[in-house]
């Protein structure tokens, strides 16, 4: 499919993307992608492999099960692991997964894809957050992208 005809119309980049198979995209991936992040007074904390495996450890897997209290209502850490949980909260966020049975411990947006114009011009990401997602589409002014426009499509 294309961009929505508004939003192509509104920010004038009717061409900019077009999500069907073409002999001319290029199509690249990267692995453990860890863009430098600074905010003042914080510390960027990469997930591993090792420190998702004691986090998980510590914070166990006592929930309440998903549709308990009623059909639309997630799955909820219970008892210690709701405790634990609301401790490392004083530092990070935490969620517990919406089936159950796990937790989802990195911070949100998550990006998962970035599609580029064949001009560098502008940038679509595809995005989950929590139980939902959607895209993103930033114009790149100088040596910055600005947000344009994000819209959530889907939800679990």
């Known amino acids: 499919g294309r961009l929505n005809q508004s939003i192509r119309t509104e920010f004038g980049f009717e ?8 002999p001319d995209v290029a199509v690249d991936s990267m692995g453990s992608f860890r863009p430098v992040v600074q905010v003042p007074g914080k ?3 990469y997930l591993t492999p090792a420190l998702r495996e004691t986090l998980t450890a510590f914070l166990g897997g006592a929930h309440v099960p998903l549709g308990t209290g009623g059909i639309m209502k997630p799955a909820r850490s219970k008892g210690e692991s709701a405790k634990r949980q609301r ?4 530092q990070i966020k935490i969620w ?3 089936w159950g049975g796990y937790w989802q411990l990195t911070s949100d947006p998550e990006a998962f894809s970035i599609a580029l114009d ?11 957050m929590v139980y939902e997602g959607g895209y993103a589409i930033f114009k790149r002014v100088d040596t910055r992208w600005v947000l344009v426009t994000a819209k959530r499509t889907w939800i679990e």
């Open 15 to 22: 061409d900019a993307f077009s999500y069907t198979e073409a």
């Open 43 to 45: 510390t960027a904390l």
């Open 87 to 90: 401790f490392l909260e004083q």
């Open 96 to 98: 517990y997964g919406h």
């Open 118 to 128: 064949p001009e560098l011009t502008y940038a679509r990401v595809n995005f989950r």
